[in-house]
C-alpha cells in the first residue's frame, strides 16, 4: 500500500493573504493556490522548474486593475507577479516562485475586426492560430510565424516580441502593434500608442505613474540617441526587452509600445492590443532542397537569397529523420524522395515564394530551378529538390518544421537536445563561418544536437543533447552559454535572437554595457519594488536586485534526478515530457487534448499530468518507497487483506483527511484515454500507460468506485447477458434503475444488448468461427481469398448488424469469410488499472490470436479503438510478440480492385469521413486507405476535421464526466453532425463516436463498411 503524502511545499502566509484580501476587493476570476496547479506550472518550455504560490486567472481587465492595485499597497510590497500565456517559453521567461497571473484561461476573445483598414483588436489570451482563423474569411492574417502558434498567445508573443518563419519579409510582433491597453502596477489601465511630441509634453505633465514612465523613457531616448545607435546590432533581430532603438518610430513620434514589447511581463500587464493585420497571399509555393551536407545547406541558403524568397529555412538530418518517424510525415514525404544511388540526405533548405500574381511566382520558381539544374552534382550543392504549390500543400512542409522544435525532444536514451542556446541571431552573411565555430564547440565536449532555424535571418536554433539529471553534465550550461555568448559578440550578433531573455537576463549587461543602467532606470519607473517578473530583463536600482543567473535557478532534472531509476523507468512514458506545450493546442478540430480543451485546466492536459505524475514519484521517493514493488504487490497482492486499510483510508479522504495522490487521481480521471497524445504529442507521451500504472497503485491504498469493476468485468460478462439480453436491457431503461446506477453505480446511459446475436446471424450466413479444425478443412485456394474477423465486445454485442454487415461486405467481395472465437480483449482494464487482469486476459487473448496466425489467413479489426490494442498495449511492456491484427481498412485497401467492376455501374456521391481519435493519430495512413476504397467505387470521401467526439470507450457513461463529455462534442462534432449539408453523408469508424453521436443527437451513423455494401448492393 502506497502511503499518503500529507507534506508538499505550502503556500506562503503572505500569499494566502493577499489571495484572500484580493477576493474581498473583488476580484472575480479563479484562484488555485493548490499544490497540483502550482507543480503543473512550475515549468514552461525550458530547462528550468519553479514552484509558485499560486496561480489567479483573471476574467477581465477589471480583475488586472484590482490585483496590480493591491500588490502596490505597503502590506504587500514583497508579492511577486509573473504573467503567462501560453507557457511555451523556452528559457523561464514566465515562472516565478510568486503569483502567475494567467490570462489565457478567460481574457482570450477576440473583440473587434476592421477589415477596411486591417486591423483587429484582441485580449492578451487570444492564441495566434485562433486569431488567424477568424482572419481567414476576411483574407488577412496576424504576420509573425511562429512554431507554437497553435498555443502561444498574442500576449506572450508581445512580450517576447516574438518572430519567426518570414521574418524578413513580415518582421516582428512589435512591427504590427498599433496600440496596447496594459496595467501598470498601481492599478492604471493606459492605452499606448504613438505620440507626437505635443500631446507626449502634456502626458510627461502628470503627476503619476503615466507621467513618470513617459518623462524616463523619453530622457533615456534623449540624452543616450548616439549610445542606443551604437549599441543596438543592425540586425533583423534586435535587442529585444526594452527596445530603446524604436523608441521613436520612422515618423519621428514616440511610442512606449517599443519599450512594451520583448519586456516579457517585466513592466506591466499586457490586456489587450490593437494589431496590424495583413492580405493572405494568394499563391505559394515551396522548393525543398536536399543536400549531402548541413555545411553546405548553410552556405548555400545564403546564396539563395539573392534569387528573391519570401524566407528560407534549413533543417538539419537529425530532425528530419525524427520528423520520418513521426505522424506528420504521412503528409509531407511525397515531397523528400530519395533516389537509389543519391546520398545520405544531411541537411534541407525551404525555400519559400508568395505573391499575388500567378505568373510572376510561377517565373521566380523557374529561374531558381534552371539554376538548381545547372549546378546539381556541383560540390556543396544541392543534389535534388521538389516544388510545391498551393497553400494547402505547402502548410503540410511547415506543419512539418514546425513540430520539429518538439521532435528534437524525442530522441533515445537520457540525453535529450534541450534549449538554452538555441536562438542566436548573426548577420546573415556570418551565419556558415558562425555555426561552424558553434559545432566546434559542441563537438569538443562531444555533444550530440539538432540545428534548424531561420537561415534569412541569422537565426538557427541549436539544441544541445544533455542529459539534465546528470550533474557533471549540468555543468555544460554554463560553459557552452559563456562560449556561445563570446561566438555571437565576435560575429556581431546575439545570443537571445528571438526567444526571449528570461533567466538568461545575466548576460544584458555584457551586451547592453553602459547603456544597461538605462534600462534599470526604466524598470525603476513602472516596477520601483521590483515585483512585476524580478530578476528577467533587468532590475530596478534598488538594494537586493539581481538578475538570475542561469546555474542557479532550479531545474527539471534536479528534480527528477530524485528520482530513483527503476521508478523513471517504470514510468518513462511521463518523464520525458519536455514541456513544449503541444498538448495546449486551442484548435477544437485537433484531436489532441480533448480534457484540456474542455476543462482550460492544464492539470488536465498530458503535459500537466506527466508534471504531476513527475512530482508524485519525487515525493514518494523522498518517503522511501520503492513505487516499483508497490505496483507488483498492488497487482499480485491480497484483495483481502488490504480491504480494512482501504476502508479506513476512503473514509479520511471522504472527511476531508489532505493527501497529494489524491490531486493526481484527479487530474488522471479525467483523462478520456483516447490516445491522441501518443501520436500527435513529439515526444510521443503515453498519459494512458502511466495513468494506468498510476491507478494500480492508487487503488491500493483507496477502494475502487463500483464503475470500475462494472467497467473492467463488461467483457466478461457480456456473452453471459447476450444469452438472455432482456433483463439488462430492461435495467439500463428502466427510470428508477437508471437513476440508481448514475448515482450509486455512477453510469449513465448505457446502451442495450443487440437481440439479434451474431452467432445467429453467423449461422445463417454459413460462416464459420476460426477455430483450429475449420481453418485446417479450408482448401489452398479458399486460403488465399479468406480473412478472419477478430471480435470486440463493443461490435459484436452492441452493434451486431455492423459486423453482419461488414461479413456481407466481404461476401460479396468474393472472401471467405470467418470469425475469431471471442475473446475479452482487456483494453477496460488497462484504461482503469487492472494491470494484473489486463496482462492475463492479453496473454489468453495474443495466445489465442498466435494460434490463429500460424494459418497465415489476415487478420482484421472493425473498432479501431480495440483493434489497434493488439499493436499497442498489447506489445508495450515487452512481455509479447505483437500478433498482426489490421484495421478493416488496411487490409481491404489491397484488395480494392475487387470493387472496381461494382464502382463503374455506380453513380457517384460524397462522403465525409467521422474518424475515431486512436485511429486517425496512430494509424493516420490508414485515412488514406479509406479513400482509396471508396474511390475503387467511384465514390468521393472526405476526412473531415474534428476533434475528439467526448464518449472514448466509456468515459462519456461515467456520470462524474457527463458534462465534461458534453462539452468536448460540443466543440467539433455537434456542428458537424448538425449542418444540413451533411445529412445521409457522414459515416464514422469508431464505435464510441456513433454511441455518442447517437445519444446527444438521436442520429444513427453508419460505419464506412456498410455504406459500401450498399453501394455494392445496388452495385
Known sequence: MIPRIAEVHITEQLYLDFIEVLKINGFKGEINPDYASRVVLSTDNSIYQVLPQGVVFPRTVDDLVVLARLAETPRFKEVVLSARGGGTGTNGQSLTDGLIVDISRHMNQILEINAEERWVRVQGGVVKDQLNAALKPYGLFFAPELSTSNRATIGGMINTDASGQGSCMYGKTRDHVLELSSVFLDGTLWHSAPLDDVTLEQIKQRDDRVGEVHRVVDQVFTEHRELIDAKFPKLNRCLTGY?????????????????????????????????????????????????????????????????????????????????????????????????????????????????????????????????????????????????????????????????????????????????????????????????????????????????????????????????????????????????????????????????????????????????????????????????????????????????????????????????????????????????????????????????????????????????????????????????????????????????????????????????????????????????????????????????????????????????????????????????????????????????????????????????????????????????????????????????????????????????????????????????APFKPNGKPLHVHGFKAAFNKAADANTHMLQTLATSGIPMVGVDPSMTLTYRQEYVDDGTRQQVKVELIQEWLVKHRDLLAETGARLSPHEFKLLAHCSEKTSAAASMADWKQIFQALGQSLELQATGCCGMAGTYGHESEHYDTSRKIYELSWSEVVNDPANAGKLVATGYSCRSQVKRLDNQQLRHPAQVLLALVKQG
Open 243 to 819: 527596445d530603446l532603438a524604436h523608441i521613436r518610430d520612422e515618423q519621428g513620434r514616440f511610442n512606449l509600445n517599443s519599450v512594451l514589447c520583448g519586456a516579457e511581463g517585466s513592466l506591466a500587464f499586457i490586456a489587450e492590443a490593437k494589431l496590424n493585420v495583413l492580405p493572405i497571399p494568394k499563391y505559394s509555393a515551396l522548393v525543398n532542397l536536399k543536400y549531402a551536407g548541413f555545411q553546405d545547406s548553410l552556405e548555400d541558403a545564403a546564396k539563395l537569397m539573392a534569387w528573391g524568397p519570401t524566407s528560407i529555412e534549413t533543417v538539419d538530418s537529425k530532425v528530419l529523420n525524427l520528423a520520418m518517424n513521426d505522424i506528420v510525415w504521412d503528409s509531407v514525404k511525397a515531397y523528400f524522395p530519395q533516389a537509389e544511388g543519391e546520398p545520405t540526405i544531411q541537411g534541407i533548405n525551404l525555400v519559400e515564394y508568395t505573391g499575388d500574381d500567378e505568373d510572376e511566382l510561377q517565373q521566380k520558381i523557374a529561374k531558381l530551378t534552371s539554376y538548381l539544374d545547372s549546378v546539381s552534382g556541383e560540390p556543396g550543392q544541392s543534389f535534388g529538390y521538389s516544388v510545391v504549390m498551393g497553400a494547402a500543400e505547402v502548410n503540410k512542409i511547415w506543419g512539418m518544421r514546425k513540430k520539429s522544435v518538439g521532435l528534437l525532444g524525442n530522441g533515445k536514451g537520457e540525453q535529450r537536445p534541450i534549449p538554452f542556446v538555441e536562438d542566436t541571431a548573426v548577420p546573415p552573411e556570418n551565419l556558415a563561418a558562425y555555426i561552424k565555430e558553434f559545432r566546434e564547440l559542441l563537438d569538443s565536449h562531444n555533444l550530440a544536437y539538432g540545428m534548424f532555424g531561420h537561415v534569412d535571418a541569422g537565426v538557427l536554433h541549436v539544441r544541445p543533447a544533455i542529459d539534465m539529471k546528470d550533474e557533471v553534465e549540468e555543468k555544460l550550461i554554463r560553459v557552452i552559454s559563456d562560449g556561445v555568448v563570446a561566438l555571437t559578440q565576435k560575429y556581431h550578433g546575439l545570443i537571445w535572437g528571438e526567444h526571449g531573455k528570461g533567466v538568461r537576463s545575466e548576460y544584458a549587461p555584457a551586451f547592453f554595457g553602459e547603456l544597461y543602467p538605462q534600462l534599470q532606470v526604466i524598470k525603476g519607473a513602472f516596477d520601483p519594488a521590483n515585483q512585476l517578473n524580478p530578476g528577467k530583463i533587468c532590475t530596478p536600482l534598488i538594494d537586493g536586485a539581481e538578475l538570475l543567473k542561469i546555474d542557479a535557478v532550479p531545474t527539471r532534472g534536479q528534480h527528477d534526478r530524485q528520482i530513483p531509476a527503476v521508478a523513471r523507468e517504470e514510468y518513462k512514458q511521463a518523464m520525458f515530457c519536455n514541456g513544449n506545450g503541444a498538448c495546449y493546442n486551442y484548435d477544437p478540430k485537433d484531436a489532441m487534448c480533448p480534457s484540456w480543451k474542455a476543462t482550460r485546466e492544464r492539470k488536465h492536459s498530458p503535459k500537466g499530468r506527466s508534471s504531476l505524475i513527475r512530482e508524485w514519484l519525487r515525493l514518494m521517493s523522498l518517503q522511501g518507497v520503492d513505487i516499483v514493488a508497490e505496483g507488483r504487490k498492488a497487482r499480485y497482492g491480497s484483495f483481502m487483506s488490504s480491504l480494512p486499510g482501504r476502508i479506513k483510508n476512503s473514509w479520511k479522504k471522504k472527511q476531508g483527511e489532505y493527501d497529494f495522490n489524491n490531486e493526481v487521481h484527479e487530474a488522471m480521471m479525467g483523462c478520456l484515454a483516447c490516445k491522441s497524445c501518443v501520436a500527435q504529442c513529439p515526444i510521443k507521451v503515453n498519459v494512458p500507460d502511466f495513468r494506468s500504472r498510476f491507478l494500480e497503485a492508487y487503488y491500493s491504498r483507496y477502494l475502487r468506485p463500483m464503475k470500475d469493476y462494472m467497467v473492467g468485468g463488461l467483457e466478461f460478462m457480456i456473452p453471459y447477458l447476450a444469452r438472455f439480453p432482456a433483463p439488462y436491457n430492461w435495467m439500463m431503461n428502466n427510470t428508477l434503475m437508471k437513476a440508481v446506477f448514475r448515482r450509486w453505480v455512477g453510469m449513465m446511459d448505457s446502451p442495450p444488448i443487440c437481440t439479434n446475436s451474431l452467432k445467429q446471424g453467423m449461422d445463417k450466413r454459413g460462416v464459420l468461427f476460426a477455430t483450429p479444425d475449420n481453418l485446417s478443412a479450408i482448401t489452398p485456394d479458399l486460403r488465399e481469398r479468406s480473412v478472419i474477423i477478430v471480435q470486440d465486445a463493443f461490435t459484436s454485442y452492441f452493434e451486431t448488424q455492423l459486423v453482419l454487415d461488414v461479413i456481407d461486405l466481404l461476401n460479396r467481395t468474393g472472401f471467405n469469410v470467418l470469425v
